[in-house]
Each structure stands twice: as C-alpha cells, then as structure tokens.
C-alpha cells in the first residue's frame, strides 16, 4: 500500500537487503515511482551517488541510486578536495586505511575485545570501499588507481581515515 502511494522510496533497511526489495518490490513499481534510493552496502541497486561529488551525473532516467557509504563518502570527498579540479584527476595513486568503531553503545552482541582487520576481497583495491570510490568516480569518466584497507577498533567513536595521495603537481 505504501509503495502504491508514494513518489519516491528511501529504503533504509538492513545491510544488504535493498537489492533484494528492489527485485522482490520495486521492479514494479519503477514506472510510476520518481526514484528509489538505498544507502550503504548496496552494490547493484543502482547508479552510485555521492552527495556533492558526481550530482552532475544524475539524471531523470536514473529511476536507482545507490548512495555510498559513509566511509566512500569520506574517501570521495578527499579525493575531491585534494586531486580533482574540474574533470582533471591530478592523484597518481590513493591507498586509504578507514578505521571505524566495531559496535554502538547500545549494541552488546557486535563487542569485539581487540582490533579486528578486515580482508582484502578485491585483489587489485583491497576492501570494497576503494571499489566503491572507484565505481563513483567512474560516473563522472575518472579512472581512479585506489587501494583500501579496513579495521575495526573496540570502542564507540564513529570513523577515521588514514590516507596516502599521490598527486601530479
């Protein structure tokens, strides 16, 4: 019924299952709804977004947005702000470290008693944030060279970002 009733869909559910109600829900709704939008770890939902990095390469057609996560965000903006001027990529290589908090306050079961590294999925760019970055950026025609790493710490702060750019100027 809500579906039915709306113009756009912010899907805001668990990790991973925005793609499945994009099959399951959202395919057939796709040519009355504006848009459908899902946040995080998400890869396939749609177009990847970055608020302030690729908005240009939106457009009306683009019924599926993927916004990255927060760590891609925070790679992204980095990148922006320090190597991209205009359409020009000035950064040679990036390798980026995001070190985030293992759990909420509120949350017991995800306590974990030491640093906990995470692996390497991806052969050429480590973690799936640097896929991700890259995979944004590829909307704009910027091929980036990235590389991540990831860890979690045992505490409740939010995220930090190591970072190595290496830029041509």
Not at 97 to 104: E, G, M, T, W
Request: aromatic content about 10%; hydrophobic content about 35%; some cysteine.
């Amino acid at each position: 019924e809500a579906i039915k009733r709306a113009s756009v869909i912010i899907d805001c559910t668990p990790k991973g299952t925005g793609l499945a109600n994009k099959e399951k829900y959202y395919n057939k709704y796709k040519d009355k709804i504006k848009g459908f939008m899902a946040q995080g770890s998400e890869f396939g939902f749609g177009k990847m977004y970055a608020v302030g990095i690729n908005d240009s390469a939106i457009t009306k057609r683009d019924k599926f947005i993927h916004i990255v996560s927060c760590n891609t965000h925070n790679m992204a903006a980095l990148i922006h702000t320090l190597a991209i001027e205009g359409k020009k990529n000035h950064m040679k290589e990036g390798r980026f470290l995001c070190i985030r908090r293992a759990n909420d306050i509120s949350q017991a079961k995800s306590f974990i008693p030491s640093p906990e590294v995470g692996t390497h999925k991806d052969e050429k760019m480590g973690t799936h944030h640097a896929v991700d970055v890259h995979k944004l950026y590829e909307t704009l025609g910027i091929d980036l060279n990235v590389f991540s790493s990831a860890m979690k710490l045992n505490t409740q702060y939010m995220h930090s970002i190591w970072f190595d750019l290496k830029l041509d100027y």
